[in-house]
C-alpha cells in the first residue's frame, strides 16, 4: 500500500519530512519600519534607521502584515490566537543589524491548522500545520563580489515573513512538491503573498530523516533555504539517499544543518553555523503583546471570497471536472481566475468547460510560454478566448483553422470574429460550393481515381487533403468526407 | 559556584566577546557573586504570578502599512568603519 | 554671572538686558573654567555659535528660546557626536536627532554640550565611561567626590551652573541618585511619558527620559516640553501632557503621604534618617496626612533590576557590533573574530560583566529561573504600589544611602555599587515617577536627597508635594 518506500540495499525505508516555509508578506512596508518592500533596489537603498539598527531606533508594527497573516491563518484553516507575542531570537550575523531577529516563539499568532493536497489518481492527503508567525526577514550577504570580503546589503533587512511549520507528515519529494504548491496557491489566492520563488518571496527549509517503516523516527537533518520546487525535490531525493546508505553501513545520523548545491545536487554541512545555537527567546520590551479581537477575525474572515479548494469543488461540481483536473486547474490562482472568466463570457461554454480547460492548458499555454508571458497579462483576452472556442463548437471554423486564429490573437489582439472575417476564414458549409471543389479535384487527378477505384482505399486521404487546400482549409471536413465518398462511388 | 571558567567562556563565545584569562577570572568572581545575591529571590513564593513584561497596560500601537522610498544608501552607509561599492563589507563569511 | 532660573534668564531676554550671544558666551566661559571636572563628552564652541544664529531667530514666545541645556550623551544628536561613553560608538554622527531632544530644539534650547555618563548608563558614579570619570562640582579638592550615575555628568553640569537644564534617563535611578549627590533638583516621569526614540537603549522595559534642574519650577517647564506621544516609540504613552509648571502648587492640605518602612534600611546613616524625618514633618505642618505603608517586596527590588536590566541589555547592545557604525577592531581573519575582537576591545569592565550576566540569564535552561522568576517579582513589586497607592497619594523616601562618596570608592564590589540604588530601583520596576530635591545635609555639608514617589502618570503630584518642600529653603 505504501508505495512511497525506497528501496536500499538492504531494507526499504520511509522518508519523513516536515518543512518550514517562509513566505514574504506582500506589503508595501516592511514589518516594523515604513521603508519600502520593492524588490531589486539599489543597494541599501530601501534601508530605514530601524533596518539597520541605529541606537535608539524602535520597532512599529505594520498594521497590514498582522491583518496579512490572520487571512493566511484562516486560509489554513487554522486557530486564530487573540494573543500572541513577538520575541527577540538573538543571534549574530553579518546581515543581522540588530543582532536579533524579532519573530514570535511561544505565543504564535496562528496556531493548528490543515491543508490537502491532491494526487493523480484521485487520493487526497492532509498535511497539518503546526503554526504561523510572524517575524522579520534578514538582509542579505553576497559572498563572492570581492576577494577577500563579504558584501551586506540590508533592503531586505526588516521586510515581513510568515513562517508556516508542518508537522512531519510529508512521505516523499512528490508530497512536499505538492503541499508547497498548495501553500503556495492559498497565499497567492488570498493575495498575503506574491509566491514568487525566483525573488525568494517563498522559500523552504526541509527537515528529513528515514526510518523503517514502523519505527521510531529517526534523526533528521534540516536543509536551508531552497527556492525551487525542483530544488526541494532533489534535495529530498539525495538526502534520503545519503542517510540510507549511512544507515545501512551501519553508520549514525548526525543532526544537522545543511546546505544545497544546486550545482551538483548535492547537500552539504554548513560551515559557519556549526556550534550549537543558544538563541535566548525572550518577550521584545521594545514592543507590547499583540491582541487581536474575534470581531477583528470575523472580519477578515468575511473578507476572504473564495480559497484554492472552495473553487476546486466548485469545477468539480459544476463542471464536472476530475478532482485532480481541478485541483491541477485551481493551483494556480491567474489561470484560474482567466478559466472562470472565461465560462463566464458565455453561457453555452459551460457546458464544454473540458474544452476550454484544453484550450487553455494546451493552445494558450504553448503560445504564452513560447513568449514567456504570464496569463495574467495574456494579450489574448478570456472573453476572446472563449469566443473562439464557441466559434469551435459552432462550427464556424475548424480546430485546425482556430490555432492559427490563436497565433493571429495574440500577435494582433484582435476579436477572433475580426480575424476570420478579415482573411475570410469562415468553414465552407455550402454544399454546392464544396461539391464544385471535389469536382475539379477528381477532374485534376484522373489517374488517382482509377486508382482509387481499382482499390487503393488509402488515396481517400489524398482527395480529402487535395480538395481542403483548394479550399483554403475551410471546408467543413465532415461535409467534405461526404461529398467526397459520395461522387468516388457514382463513378464506381 | 554557580559558573566555571567553562560556562564563562561559553556564554563570552555567545555574546561574541573575546577575553583574556585575566578577565575571564574575575568576572567568574564577580558573576558568581552576583548570581549567589540574586539567589535570594527564590525566597519569594510566585506560583500564582504572571510574569511582568512591560509597565504599559495599552495595547499595541500599530501603524499603517505606507512605504517612504527612502534612497537611504549615503546615510545609512555614512557611519559604516567599512564600505564598499554600496555595501556594508566584513571579513568574508564561508558558508 | 549666575542665572537662578529659566523665568529669570526670559526676562533678561525679553527686556533686552542681554541677548542670546552673550548668554552663549556666559556659558561657554563657565564650561571652560570647569573643564577639570570632566562634565562634557563633547564641547564645542563653534557648535553652540551656530545655534545662536538660528536661536536669535526664534520668537521670544518659544518657551526655552536661548535657555542653555546640557543632554547626557545618551541621546542621538544630529550637530554632535554621539558616544553613550563607550568607545565603540567611537566617531558615531547620527544623522538623526532624538524625540526628546527634537523637542528641545523646537522650543528654542540652546545645547551647550554632551555630557558624561557611565558607559551606556550602566553604572552609579560616572566612572564607567570610556571618557574618564566626571567630578562631583561638591568636592573639596584633596577629595575628589563621585557625581552619582549614570546621569553624572548632566547632575553635574547643572551642579556647576553650567547649564539651567539637563537631559538624563534613568533606568534604575539614574537621574534621581545623581541629583541627589550633587544637590540638584531630577525627575523620572512615568514609563513611557518621554519617547525613548533616539536614546541608545539599556533595558528597553525600565529606560525613561527625565530632566535636572536648579528648582522644582524649572523641571516641570523642562518636562512638560519633553513629554509627549511618540508614534515611533510603541511603549510611548498615548497621555494629555498637563501644564505642570502652571499647576504647581504647594497646598499640601488633606494630602496623603505615604512613609514605607521597608526604607528604614540598616546601614543608612542618622543623617539621612534625620532629613527624611524632616521632610515628613514639614509636609505634615502644611496640613498633609503622614501614613505609615509597607511595600513588602522592597527587598527584592534590587536582585530583579539586576536580572531584568542586564538581560535586555545584552540583547539590546548586540547591534553593536562594527559592521554598521563606531569601533571596529583591525585585523580579523573572521567575521567571527572581528565581532570578538571589536566587543571585547569596543566595551568597557561593566557592559561586559553585565552583557555576560544577561546572556547567561536568557541562556537555555535558566530563562525560567532567573528571568522568568525576576519578571513575576517584578509583578508582586508592581502589585505593592498599586496596593499602596489605593491608601495615599504620595510616597516620601530618602533618595539615596549616602551622600556624595570619594571617586572609586565603591569600585571594587559591583554589588556594593548596585546598592547605592536601593532606593530608586523599585520605582523603575513599577513605572511610576519619582522626583528627587535636595533637602539639608550631611556633617560635611554635602547635600541629601529626598525621593517623592507617584502613582502613574500623577507627575504633578509630585512636583507640587516638591515644590511645598523646596520653600522649606528659600
Known sequence: MNNNLIKGNKFEWETIIGLEIHAQVKSKSKLFSNSSTAFGSKPNSQVSLVDAAMPGMLPVINQYCIEQAVRTGIGLNAQINNYSVFDRKNYFYADLPQGYQISQYKYPIVGKGKVTIDFKDGNSKD?????????????KSLHDQNPTKTYVDLNRSGVALMEIVSEPDIRSAEEAGLYINKIRSILMYLDTCDGNMQEGSLRADVNISVRKPGDEYGTRCEIKNLNSIKFIKQAIHYEAKRQIEILEEGGIIEQNTLLFNTSNGKTRPMRSKEEAHDYRYFPDPDLLPLEISQTEIDKLKSSITELPDDRKKRYVDDYNLSNYDASVLTSDKHVSDYFDEVIN??????ESSKIVV??????LFSILNEHNIEIKISPITPKYLGKLVKLILE???SGKIAKDVLIDMYNTKKDPETIIDQKGLKQLTNTSEIENIVEEVLKENQKMVEQYLSGKDKLLGFFVGESMKKSKGKANPKILNEILKNKLSKKN | MKLDTNTINKIAKLARIKLSEQESKDLLKDMNSILDWVEQLNEVDTDKIEPLANISSSSLPKRKDQAEDINSSDEILQNSPDKLEGYFAVPKVVE | ???KSISELQSLLNDKKISVKEIADTYIKKIKEKKDLNIFIYFNEDKIYEQVKNIENFSNEKKLKAIPIAVKDLFCTKNMPTTAASKILENFHP????????????????????????????????????FGNTINPLSEKDIPLAPGGSSGGSAAAVAADLCLGATGTDTGGSIRQPASLCGVVGIKPTYGLCSRWGIAAFASSLDQAGVFSKNVTDSSILLEEMAGYDQRDSTSSNVKIPNFSKELNTDMSGKIIGVPKEYAVDGISDEINQVWEDAIKSLEKKGAIIKKISLPHTKYALPTYYIIAPAEASSNLARYDGVKYGFRADDSNSLDEMYELTRSEGFGKEVKRRILIGTYVLSAGYYDAYYIKAQKVRKLIANDFVNTFSECDFILTPTAPSAAFPLNEKQDDPIKMYLNDVFTVPASLAGIPGI??????DKKGLPLGIQILGKHYNEQEIFNAAFALEKDYE
Open chain 1, 345 to 350: 463570457s458565455d453561457k453555452s461554454l459551460k
Open chain 1, 395 to 397: 462550427n464556424v471554423i
Open chain 1, 127 to 139: 498535511i497539518r500545520i503546526v503554526r504561523l508567525h510572524l517575524e522579520q526577514d534578514a538582509g
Open chain 3, 1 to 3: 554671572m549666575e542665572f
Open chain 1, 358 to 363: 484544453n484550450w487553455i492548458t494546451s493552445e
Open chain 3, 95 to 130: 544623522t538623526y536627532e532624538s524625540f526628546v531632544t527634537q523637542r528641545l530644539v523646537d522650543m528654542g534650547a540652546m545645547f551647550v554640550g554632551k555630557t558624561n555618563l557611565d558607559e551606556f548608563a550602566m553604572g552609579s558614579a560616572t566612572n564607567t565611561s570610556y
Open chain 3, 436 to 441: 528627587s530635591i535636595p533637602y539639608g545635609s
